[in-house]
């Protein structure tokens, strides 16, 4: 005898209707849960650098001293591990402590919003590369881009979500760029200028944000101009740069971007710039009067005192060179 198919009427079910609304809101409520820290991948293409240095020390110690205060955010992948969203540099202290767990929150979330939560809960850190800083408001507005219409607000440590219309009142989408602004302290054209930093060779990425191995130090607006350059002309400018010890000026910069522009950047005119001696780079020697005020008499005015002590190098100097000669 055939079975007649069941028909969904629509009813609750038995365990709806003898369970109370606090028991199903903590039946769908998610859960913190323990995972080994090896079943956890980093975020494909996490812009944040995760290192040992002074605030990485201080986290390890209030690791150890009070234990991991607040869970990571992660998300299920297909293979039964996990990425992680928020949490890198919790799990790398763990990892340094020797633990072998953490405490998570998993979530399921689409790329886009996986993305959007896991700039935004890295973005919030005080000390923060320009290149990472780029980066990560570079990937931001390429999910923003994939949502359409609306755009996803983060708010807290484990990614609370909070939807924000990109539409203004006479309902004209507003600039994904615009819109990833009013999340930042920064302005769209700021945004953008971070975003310009991506485009520059890792040597002068290193550079801008002050991580080079020869402490070598390029400043924003002057990076910023340097991302135009083709990819070879720009390691052609990080091997003259090392060599010569000297990074362009602004004004330099805007010169190579003409040139290069133009298709008339030359390794022979960026090496001869370079070799040029900026007025800003020249060595200063600088001391305050009241150092060396009491070894002149009271009245002397400050251009005797030049005036005495170029006079006395000079003997010293003169000194110096018989002394040598004999």
């Not at 919003?113 to 923060?128: F, G, K, W």
Request: hydrophobic share 35%; glycine share 4%.
């Amino acid at each position: 005898m055939a079975t007649l198919p069941k028909l969904d009427l629509g009813l609750p079910t038995y365990d709806s209707l003898f369970s109370t609304e606090e028991e199903r809101q903590d039946a769908n409520a998610e859960k913190i849960t323990t995972i080994p820290i090896d079943k956890i991948t980093d975020f494909k293409e996490h812009p944040f650098h995760v290192t040992m240095d002074e605030d990485m020390a201080k986290l390890i110690d209030s690791i150890k001293e009070n234990d991991m205060l607040m869970p990571a955010l992660v998300r299920p992948k297909e293979d039964g591990t996990y990425e992680m969203i928020s949490g890198h540099r919790r799990k790398f202290a763990l990892s340094q402590l020797g633990r072998k767990e953490m405490n998570v929150i998993v979530r399921n979330l689409d790329d886009d919003q996986a993305t959007i939560l896991m700039v935004d809960s890295n973005i919030q850190r005080e000390n923060i590369y320009p290149s990472e800083r780029g980066y990560a408001y570079k990937m931001r507005l390429e999910a923003m881009k994939h949502q359409g219409k609306s755009v996803k607000e983060f708010n807290g440590d484990i990614g609370t979500v909070y939807e924000k219309t990109t539409s203004c009142q006479v309902g004209t989408k507003l600039r994904s760029d615009v819109a990833l602004a009013d999340t930042t302290e920064f302005s769209a054209r700021q945004v953008q200028r971070f975003i310009r930093l991506t485009y520059l060779v890792e040597p002068l990425q290193k550079m801008v944000d002050g991580r080079h191995e020869n402490e070598i130090k390029i400043a924003f607006n002057p990076a910023v101009e340097l991302s135009y350059l083709t990819e070879s002309e720009q390691y052609d400018l990080a091997n003259a740069i090392v060599e010569n010890q000297r990074t362009p000026s602004l004004a330099q910069c805007q010169e190579f971007k003409r040139l290069s522009h133009d298709g008339e950047l030359t390794t022979e005119f960026i090496d001869d710039t370079l070799s040029e001696e900026k007025p800003n780079q020249r060595e200063k020697l600088s001391f305050q009067m009241k150092e060396i005020d009491q070894y002149f008499p009271k009245d002397f005015t400050p251009g005797k005192k030049k005036d005495l002590m170029i006079r006395l190098l000079e003997n010293w100097a003169k000194k110096r060179a018989r002394e040598q000669e004999r």
